[in-house]
């Protein structure tokens, strides 16, 4: 067995441990009426056909996702802390994930759409009775609000897949955005990678309020020295391995990675097409446009982030790498909640929240920079990591096995940071996702990283060399 880790977790936020349950119901208020206000937004933007469409065999209809947000706030926040009633116990299996795929959805007997909106406003009613009337304290469920919380990050987490969905359907757009900030251009970002010394880090919290179970508990990992690109992999520089014929050439490839090029015949980042010219367009919530060279790839499953790694003679970083680069200070030796500090996101720290309907450019993001000089780890896009789903040493289950636990050891890859589909309360430097190293339709793209050489790690660990 593996031992549970006994050190104490010098991320922790001292605001946090003491807020008051007054704070911390306003702060639930405000959270669960912002992905109130998402969801509306992403359901109110098409038709009731549109809604109860299946726009692609690997989507829910937007409507399921709708009334399935409404059943798990139901389930957790009115029948379990609110000790209420259920107000539809019919419609429980229709909207629990695991019994019927997203492909079989739209042949299902759901609510209809007026239904469903009628049902999220009504659970939603309840949950807020249920708010104000529950004492957060005496059960770990409740203790500074995790479960509603953890209702929080689940509306939040299917708008981002409900964007996805958006993504995928054909027509004209309906969704729209301010651009995102500016970059300062290639020529002024300065250096492409970054050392990280040898030596230990906290990886995962035992002490953030609402980090769930995946991302528990605290434990020191030490990694040799590495190297990680300061910025994501760019369209530009994808662009040159698409074009250098890096979808043909199976010694960039794993094996599987190989197979599955082959098979699903990928030649570039999903929503992308070139025309006649030469010219690499994409399509973006209905808006064709010509590939833009300095924003993150996005787009690409972990075979293709992989294979490109490959072709720059790099890797993937690991899961731990990631984590250390995005969150260690090495004047402290203590891990952040967030890249450049404890603060919560704010518009200047990170690409999140759906601000903008795509990645913002390379630098766009300095007040977001990581201690060790990595940029935008959180928002633009989620980054494949050469990890496996697997919990970390001394994980528990909490409060439900079918959110982690049950995909532990399962076919998927880590995915870390976040997307610009993101909302900051469901993303911090230990939040962990993953998916199928096959799926693409979601926000996804990378950064390389590599082992350091004799000559780097003896640098950062102050050996001298010899040389000057
Ligand atoms: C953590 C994004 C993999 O969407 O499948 C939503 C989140 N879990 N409802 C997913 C989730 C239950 C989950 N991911
Ligand atoms: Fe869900």
């Keep these: 067995m593996t031992e549970v880790p006994t050190v104490t977790d010098p991320a922790a936020p001292d605001g946090d441990a003491t807020e008051s349950e007054a704070a911390v119901r306003d702060r639930v208020v405000r959270l669960l009426e912002r992905s109130r206000t998402r969801s509306i937004a992403l ?24 009334a399935h947000i409404g059943s798990q706030e139901e389930l957790w926040l009115v029948r379990d802390v609110g000790g209420r009633e259920p107000l539809r116990p019919e419609i429980d299996g229709l909207y629990d994930a695991f019994q019927h795929s997203r492909a079989s959805r739209v042949d299902l007997p759901l609510l209809t759409p007026p239904e469903a909106r009628a049902y999220v406003a009504e659970v939603r009613d309840k949950a807020l009775d249920a708010l104000g009337s529950t004492p957060l304290r005496g059960r770990r469920l409740v203790e500074h609000g995790f479960a509603f919380g953890m209702i929080v990050q689940h509306e939040q987490q299917h708008d981002e897949t409900m964007l996805a969905t958006h993504q995928l359907r054909a027509g004209a757009p309906v969704l729209h955005a301010e651009p995102p900030p500016p970059g300062p251009g290639p020529a002024r970002l300065g250096a492409r990678e970054v050392l990280v010394p040898a030596g230990p880090f906290v990886q995962g919290t035992s002490t953030e309020p609402w ?17 990680i690109d300061t910025y994501p992999v760019t369209n530009a520089e994808y662009t040159a391995f698409v074009e250098a014929g890096g979808y043909d050439d199976p010694r960039w490839w794993s094996a599987r990675g190989w197979a599955h090029r082959v098979e699903a015949d990928l030649r570039a980042p999903q929503f992308w097409e070139r025309d006649a010219s030469g010219t690499w367009w994409r399509r973006r919530f209905g808006v064709v446009e010509p590939v833009p060279a300095d924003e993150p790839v996005v787009h690409v499953c972990f075979h293709e982030a992989a294979a490109y790694a490959a072709w720059v003679g790099k890797r993937l970083p690991t899961e731990a790498e990631w984590e250390k680069a995005a969150r260690h200070d090495p004047a402290t030796g203590r891990s952040r909640r ?60 909490f409060p439900y096995p079918e959110y982690s636990q049950v995909f ?19 993303v911090r430097a230990t939040f962990r996702n993953w998916d199928h190293p096959i799926r693409r339709q979601i926000f996804s793209g990378f950064r390389c ?4 050489s004799a000559a780097e790690a003896a640098e950062s660990s102050g050996v001298p060399t010899g040389g000057r």
């Design 211 to 227: 980090a769930l179970d995946n991302e528990r508990p605290a434990h020191t990992v030490d990694l040799p020295a590495f190297v």
């Design 338 to 397: 967030y890249p450049w500090g404890d603060e919560e996101p704010g518009a200047g720290h990170a690409n999140l929240g759906q601000r903008h309907l795509q990645p913002a450019p390379l630098g766009a993001y300095p007040a977001g920079v990581s201690a060790l000089g990595v940029h935008q780890m959180l928002g633009d896009v989620w980054e494949w990591c050469d990890s496996g789903w697997e919990p970390y040493p001394g994980f528990e289950m």
């Design 43 to 66: 359901t109110d933007a098409v038709d009731e056909a549109d809604l109860v469409a299946q726009h692609s065999p690997l989507m829910s209809p937007l409507v399921w996702d709708l």
């Design 449 to 452: 990283a590599r082992d350091a």
């Design 408 to 426: 532990f050891g399962g076919d998927y890859k880590v995915l870390r940071g976040g997307s610009f589909g993101t909302d900051p309360s469901a």
